[in-house]
């Protein structure tokens, strides 16, 4: 069972506070809500842009306000992440935690993005399909059908590491040395933290099985040691 929130608190530390940088392509769309020292207009708070906040107050429940927004408090923020973000690639429908991770990572960073365009998650994930599985999804719910097909078969594994290697491709493909580094080190990052839960579902009742025969049989032991 996948966790929508097992992923927040890595988001939150790679994205930090609040900002103003004109580096940013959220910078287009800055806030009403003040400015930085540099007296850059604000646009971002805890990676979530303003444009973003906005669009999502109604789905989320909650008002976009300046306050709202400085304070960005947690469940004005997981509610965002929740509609906006996982919600959007079906994550509960999603059965590996890992390769659900990876889905909403890629859509915080791109958007959801179009298949005619090639851009964001879907067009990305499309072009990841094709090229390692011959397989040619154009919507979130043929993806997660698939990925849920191959976690079935045991394959998890492989997939989540083809997709690490994909990302990273794709980020150098980019050629925008200013960021590169930025997004090889979060990917990165995001690999040694996921790795661990990218085990299929076959996988995952074998282990079980193996502790439950386990645990039965230390119990079975000592039952007999007492009887003797």
């Known amino acids: 069972?996948?966790?929508?929130?097992?992923?927040?608190?890595?988001?939150?530390?790679?994205?930090?506070?609040?900002?103003?940088?004109?580096?940013?392509?959220?910078?287009?769309?800055?806030?009403?809500?003040?400015?930085?020292?540099?007296?850059?207009?604000?646009?971002?708070?805890?990676?979530?842009?303003?444009?973003?906040?906005?669009?999502?107050?109604?789905?989320?429940g909650y008002t976009a306000s300046c306050d709202n927004f400085l304070k960005m408090p947690d469940d004005i923020w997981n509610r965002i992440y929740k509609v906006g973000f996982w919600d959007e690639i079906q994550g509960d429908r999603i059965q590996n935690q890992a390769i659900a991770n990876t889905f909403v990572e890629m859509v915080w960073g791109s958007g959801i993005g179009s298949v005619s365009r090639g851009?964001?998650?879907?067009?990305?994930?499309?072009?990841?399909?094709?090229?390692?599985?011959?397989?040619?999804?154009?919507?979130?719910?043929?993806?997660?059908?698939?990925?849920?097909?191959?976690?079935?078969?045991?394959?998890?594994?492989?997939?989540?590491?083809?997709l690490n290697n994909f990302r990273a491709s794709k980020y150098k493909a980019l050629n925008q040395p200013a960021f590169t580094k930025g997004w090889l080190n979060r990917l990165n990052?995001?690999?040694?933290?996921?790795?661990?839960?990218?085990?299929?579902r076959k996988e995952k009742t074998s282990i079980t099985l193996g502790v439950i025969l386990i645990i039965t049989g230390v119990t079975l032991y000592y039952k007999s040691a007492r009887t003797k």
């Open 1 to 60: 069972m996948v966790n929508y929130k097992n992923l927040v608190p890595f988001i939150k530390i790679k994205e930090g506070g609040i900002s103003g940088t004109p580096k940013d392509s959220a910078s287009k769309n800055p806030s009403p809500c003040g400015k930085d020292r540099q007296g850059f207009p604000y646009h971002t708070n805890k990676g979530v842009q303003w444009a973003t906040f906005k669009l999502l107050a109604s789905k989320g």
């Open 189 to 200: 990052a995001f690999y040694i933290l996921n790795k661990p839960y990218a085990i299929s």
């Open 119 to 162: 851009t964001g998650a879907v067009g990305w994930l499309n072009g990841f399909f094709k090229k390692n599985y011959n397989q040619n999804l154009t919507t979130i719910t043929q993806m997660v059908d698939f990925v849920n097909k191959l976690d079935n078969e045991g394959k998890t594994p492989e997939l989540f590491e083809k």
